[in-house]
């Protein structure tokens, strides 16, 4: 007598099988790695000590690399997506300028804040006479004719104090930031590095050679450099009697 085949055995033994092999089957490592990157980029950003009105953010020209600073133009953090190597955002070299760009950018954002403050700052009460009564035309005349000489030595001085640079290396090495102030001159990163280091490595190899740039370029004060006294006294008769 010939068997007929179950059908219903023969299908459970087939679905078994499946799970059996899916059980074996190569877990997606890289979506669960974009998952938990994700998440460890925005704890990145809430790691910034002021967020809110006083940090100010840059990007670069491709939308990767965020870089923020604070009021007083220093970095305050670097975030680098887990995925900025995947699907042609950045090449690993190109790392360095990207930095670059987000940093400066940053810096635009908060010298823009700050003008947009100046302008809103108090209105300078209105002067009565250009030149007050006690004050003689043949001062004023002197003065003039001391301003571009003064003036010239003072602009000189002014830019000695300013022409400043601060240059600094991660911890490791691999990425130097070259400062000016109010910009940033140059950042180089090793692209061997970049391209096989996390993420995580570089934001903080980065973050410590921007903090280390500014620390070495100090805090240039244009106050520091006294006007010379034909200025000085310009300006006191440009400022005039007062309502």
């Not at 092999?21 to 877990?27: I, S, W």
Request: aromatic share 4%.
């Amino acid at each position: 007598m010939t068997s007929t085949p179950d059908r219903r055995s023969s299908g459970r033994a087939q679905a078994t099988d499946e799970g059996w092999r899916r059980g074996f089957a190569e877990p997606d490592f890289e979506e669960d790695e974009g998952r938990r990157g994700g998440a460890r980029a925005a704890a990145a950003r809430s790691d910034v000590d002021d967020v809110g009105p006083g940090v100010f953010e840059g990007v670069d020209d491709h939308g990767v690399i965020t870089v923020t600073v604070d009021r007083s133009g220093r970095v305050a953090d670097v975030v680098v997506p887990p995925t900025w190597r995947g699907g042609g955002a950045l090449e690993p070299r190109e790392l360095g300028h990207a930095l670059c760009t987000a940093a400066n950018n940053a810096l635009l954002s908060q010298l823009a804040d700050t003008l947009r403050r100046l302008d809103a700052g108090p209105v300078a009460p209105k002067r009565t006479s250009l030149v007050p009564p006690e004050v003689s035309m043949s001062e004023v005349a002197d003065l003039f004719n001391r301003f571009e000489r003064d003036f010239e030595t003072y602009r000189t001085r002014l830019e000695e104090a300013l022409n400043v640079t601060g240059v600094g290396t991660g911890p490791n090495g691999r990425v130097t930031v070259t400062m000016e102030p109010g910009r940033v001159v140059e950042v180089t990163a090793d692209p061997r590095w970049a391209s096989h280091s996390r993420h995580t490595e570089i934001r903080a190899e980065a973050l410590r050679a921007f903090r280390s740039a500014v620390a070495k370029l100090g805090n240039p004060d244009p106050n520091a450099v006294p006007l010379p006294p034909s200025l000085a006294r310009l300006r006191e008769l440009a400022r005039g009697p007062v309502n």
